[in-house]
């Protein structure tokens, strides 16, 4: 009973506004239409300052650059690996059982190793 009384009486305010926007309409058009415009205005200015304040906040610039950050990584190990991670490993028959090539892990490409001279003594006498 009490969903059907809430629609009722939203049916109803929508009935009135409906009416009152139509009277307003015909007894001053030009001036409703101006009413329009700044209300149009004023939601508009709002929204814009809204959008300043919650901007300037930059936890939200940092947590937005990771969320790129790691839908591009996601994109470049599918792109690399050529399956998604969630794959099923039982799904074939003789799949589990072979070895493939492709299961041997990879150093990553962006990390190189630099040689050192940790072996080389050290001239004290330079020093």
């Keep these: 009973m009490k969903n059907r009384t809430s629609n009722l ?17 015909i007894g001053n058009p030009i001036g409703f239409l101006q009413k329009i415009a700044v209300m149009g205005f004023i ?8 959008r300043l304040i919650f901007k300037a906040n930059p936890q939200k610039k940092e947590q937005r650059a990771f969320l790129k950050a790691a839908r591009q990584s996601k994109k470049r190990l599918q792109k690399r690996g050529g399956e998604s991670p969630m794959r099923n490993p039982f799904s074939g028959t003789l799949a589990p059982l072979k070895k493939s090539s492709k299961t041997k892990k990879k150093t990553p490409a962006h990390l190189t190793v630099i040689d050192g001279k940790k072996s080389k003594k050290k001239n004290r006498a330079s020093f």
Aim: net charge neutral; glycine share 12%.
């Design 9 to 25: 009486l939203v049916a109803g305010l929508l009935i009135l506004a409906l009416i009152g926007i139509t009277g307003m309409f």
């Design 43 to 50: 939601v508009a200015a709002i929204y814009f300052v809204v």
